[in-house]
């Protein structure tokens, strides 16, 4: 069975129709959502909670400590972790299970924007193929328990970009899985700031991220790019 672990902080705009869609399609393979809250404000905790989900206040912020600890509440043999603002492809369920029982061990889906524009379709097409670039938690994550627990989850000292460091921790242990269906993503980041600027912010927290240069520094390097 799968249990689904969903960090937040502040979602409420995108809660319940992420834990609603996600229980419609759970073809019976879905044992608990976890939500995973980081110390919201606003009224996401009893969304989530009134829509289905186990609520987890984390007793940190961030992605990769709200992870973890919601894993660690978890039952499920299969691990999937989702951002509160896709929606996976109503097939993910069965996907899941499929791949784990072709001796996959992790892996995850493509990317479909929601949005028209011309470069996010481009974006989307190249997460088809296994770039690092394409590591990122947008295209949520699958991962077998015994696989997690053996490389000790996420790395909370990570502040940006722990889906990247885990795929890289996990792969000389086991087969990662693309799946061609696609996740519904979020464009509201390039709508916001600007295709071109959000491009240049990604590229250089990976350049730096590759560098191992200090998480703070990649995280105030990255808004600030953005901000501009």
Same mark, same amino acid.
């Given at each position: 069975?799968?249990?689904? *672990?969903?960090?937040?902080?502040?979602?409420?705009?995108?809660?319940?129709? +992420?834990?609603?869609? +996600?229980?419609?399609?759970?073809? !019976?393979?879905?044992? %608990?959502?976890?939500?995973?809250? !980081?110390?919201?404000? &606003?009224?996401?905790?009893?969304?989530?909670?009134?829509?289905?989900?186990? #609520? =987890? $206040?984390?007793?940190?912020?961030?992605?990769?400590? %709200?992870?973890?600890?919601? @894993?660690? +509440?978890?039952?499920?043999?299969?691990?999937?972790?989702?951002?509160?603002?896709?929606?996976?492809?109503?097939?993910?369920?069965? &996907?899941?299970?499929?791949?784990?029982?072709? /001796?996959? !061990?992790?892996?995850?889906?493509?990317?479909?924007?929601?949005?028209?524009?011309?470069? =996010?379709?481009?974006? @989307?097409? *190249?997460?088809?193929?296994?770039?690092?670039?394409?590591? /990122? /938690?947008? %295209?949520?994550?699958?991962?077998?328990?015994?696989?997690? &627990?053996?490389?000790?989850?996420?790395?909370?000292?990570?502040?940006?970009?722990e889906d990247y460091d885990i795929v890289l921790r996990a792969r000389p242990f086991a087969g990662y899985k693309i799946i061609?269906?696609? #996740?519904? #993503?979020?464009?509201?980041?390039?709508?916001?700031?600007?295709?071109? $600027? *959000?491009?240049?912010?990604?590229?250089? @927290?990976?350049?730096?991220?590759?560098?191992?240069?200090?998480?703070?520094?990649? #995280?105030?390097?990255? $808004? @600030?790019?953005l901000a501009k």
């Amino acid at each position: 069975m799968i249990s689904i *672990v969903i960090p937040t902080y502040n979602e409420v705009r995108n809660i319940t129709k +992420l834990v609603e869609h +996600l229980l419609k399609n759970a073809a !019976g393979l879905v044992s %608990q959502i976890i939500v995973s809250d !980081g110390g919201s404000t &606003d009224d996401t905790v009893e969304m989530a909670a009134a829509a289905g989900a186990t #609520v =987890l $206040k984390s007793s940190r912020k961030g992605r990769a400590g %709200q992870m973890n600890e919601g @894993a660690m +509440l978890s039952s499920g043999k299969i691990l999937y972790f989702v951002h509160a603002d896709t929606l996976p492809p109503v097939t993910y369920a069965t &996907d899941i299970i499929k791949a784990m029982e072709e /001796g996959f !061990g992790f892996g995850r889906f493509i990317t479909k924007f929601d949005s028209d524009m011309l470069l =996010l379709k481009i974006n @989307a097409f *190249v997460t088809r193929f296994d770039f690092f670039i394409c590591y /990122g /938690g947008d %295209q949520t994550l699958f991962m077998t328990r015994d696989l997690f &627990d053996s490389i000790a989850g996420f790395d909370v000292s990570r502040l940006i970009m722990e889906d990247y460091d885990i795929v890289l921790r996990a792969r000389p242990f086991a087969g990662y899985k693309i799946i061609k269906e696609e #996740v519904l #993503v979020s464009a509201r980041k390039y709508q916001e700031a600007g295709w071109l $600027k *959000v491009q240049l912010a990604n590229r250089k @927290a990976v350049s730096m991220f590759k560098a191992g240069d200090d998480q703070q520094d990649i #995280v105030d390097t990255y $808004k @600030a790019m953005l901000a501009k």
